[in-house]
């Protein structure tokens, strides 16, 4: 009896000795860290459209501004061409008035009109007085109109001037417009992944909020050191015989054995088959997924850990065709894992149930597995045809 509990005790140690350094189950830490990871992406992205639509503001300010300066050029120009209008006016106004001085003073028609005006005076003093009148007329007049022309050469160029800062404007403009395109499309694609970003906080948070108010701490492997599975109960079940009194269940509805354990050396499980070909599979007990994938020979395979009463149990169930569980999902004894197949090596659909006290796939070689296999009869009710 004391070497028995001497073993037991070493057992104990040894399974905690394994578990602490090697488990690779989900901590609620893993789940906190992602919530921290994808809460930081998340106000990075809010971080940087802030500073695009900032960015966006000032590109719409300068554009307003760029705007306002075309339409001061624009009216500007407008100015400038009425004043070389009037200016044009004002020269033919003046030639006019040259073109009737000659004319009033013309005595006769012909081309030395002039002349003859000047020479037609009766005296010397009224021939000068004649000659002078009618050239100071119209070198005032020729003044006047140089200065008007010269008034819209500087017109003209001032027009140009303006025009040629509007062509500026509006390229500088075009540009500024592009820009802001460019940082709108940019902010566009971030928004884009807010949802996706928001949506993994949402998971991440719900399963922190989950496992904390079940007791479970950061550096607890959930399901597993906290929030350990409830005992399993008959509850619902038809079929009483199914489920044995330890709360350990038959895993399936309906089967028969074909093919019985034998242990180290030789068959590692039983082997259970049934009558519908697509029978549905469940958990011999509560517990946490921990493995899910396929052998060498391309059997998918599911592994699940069990907490009895502190201490792990682990199944595994091999060949099914379809599995509904993931990894680190916790399953009950009411969840249809997947259906019977005969995925990999297997001759017809059936179940291959497996059981140990460690598994290779989370806390010890498989060396270590291959020696801890204990006989499903131990645990499940021990009907051989149900
Ligand atoms: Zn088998």
């Given at each position: 009896m004391k070497k028995i509990l001497t073993s037991v005790i070493i057992f104990t140690l040894v399974v905690s000795f394994l578990l602490s350094p090697k488990v690779h189950a989900t901590t609620l830490k893993e789940y906190e860290d992602a919530v921290n990871k994808y809460t930081k992406e998340l106000q990075e992205k809010e971080a940087k459209i802030a500073k695009n639509d900032a960015e966006v503001a000032q590109i719409k300010a300068r554009i307003s501004q760029i705007e306002n300066e075309i339409a001061a050029a624009l009216k500007e120009i407008e100015q400038l061409e009425i004043e070389i209008d009037n200016s044009n006016k004002e020269i033919a106004k003046k030639e006019d008035e040259s073109k009737k001085i000659m004319e009033y003073y013309q005595l006769s028609e012909g081309e030395n009109a002039y002349l003859e005006y000047a020479f037609g005076a009766q005296t010397i003093t009224d021939m000068i007085y004649r000659v002078s009148i009618v050239e100071q007329l119209t070198e005032y007049n020729n003044q006047v109109m140089h200065e008007l022309e010269e008034l819209i050469k500087t017109n003209q160029q001032k027009t140009e001037e303006l025009a040629n800062k509007n062509k500026e404007l509006d390229k500088l403009k075009d540009e500024l417009q592009d820009q802001k395109e460019r940082i709108q499309a940019d902010t566009d694609s971030i928004l884009e992944t807010v949802p996706t970003v928001k949506e993994q906080i949402r998971v991440y948070q719900e399963?922190?909020?989950?496992?904390?108010?079940?007791?479970?701490?950061?550096?607890?492997?959930?399901?597993?050191?906290?929030?350990?599975?409830?005992?399993?109960?008959?509850?619902?079940?038809?079929?009483?015989?199914?489920?044995?009194?330890?709360?350990?269940?038959?895993?399936?509805?309906?089967?028969?054995?074909?093919?019985?354990?034998?242990?180290?050396?030789?068959?590692?499980?039983?082997?259970?088959?049934?009558?519908?070909?697509?029978?549905?599979?469940?958990?011999?007990?509560?517990?946490?997924?921990?493995?899910?994938?396929?052998?060498?020979?391309?059997?998918?395979?599911?592994?699940?850990?069990?907490?009895?009463?502190?201490?792990?149990?682990?199944?595994?169930?091999?060949?099914?065709?379809?599995?509904?569980?993931?990894?680190?999902?916790?399953?009950?004894?009411?969840?249809?894992?997947?259906?019977?197949?005969?995925?990999?090596?297997?001759?017809?659909?059936?179940?291959?149930?497996?059981?140990?006290?460690?598994?290779?796939?989370?806390?010890?070689?498989?060396?270590?597995?291959?020696?801890?296999?204990?006989?499903?009869?131990?645990?499940?009710p021990n009907i051989t045809r149900w």
């Open positions: 399963q922190v909020n989950y496992w904390k108010n079940k007791g479970c701490k950061s550096n607890d492997i959930l399901g597993v050191t906290c929030a350990v599975p409830p005992k399993v109960s008959s509850s619902g079940f038809a079929a009483s015989d199914i489920i044995g009194a330890n709360g350990f269940r038959l895993p399936m509805d309906h089967g028969y054995l074909t093919q019985n354990f034998s242990g180290k050396g030789g068959h590692m499980g039983i082997d259970i088959g049934s009558t519908n070909k697509s029978e549905p599979i469940f958990p011999i007990a509560n517990g946490l997924v921990i493995y899910v994938g396929k052998d060498s020979a391309g059997a998918n395979v599911v592994k699940i850990v069990h907490n009895v009463n502190g201490n792990l149990l682990f199944s595994t169930y091999a060949h099914m065709r379809a599995v509904y569980f993931k990894k680190n999902q916790t399953v009950t004894i009411n969840d249809t894992l997947g259906l019977m197949g005969m995925t990999g090596n297997a001759t017809g659909p059936h179940l291959h149930l497996e059981m140990t006290t460690c598994d290779w796939t989370y806390n010890c070689t498989y060396a270590q597995y291959k020696n801890q296999l204990v006989s499903p009869w131990n645990y499940i």
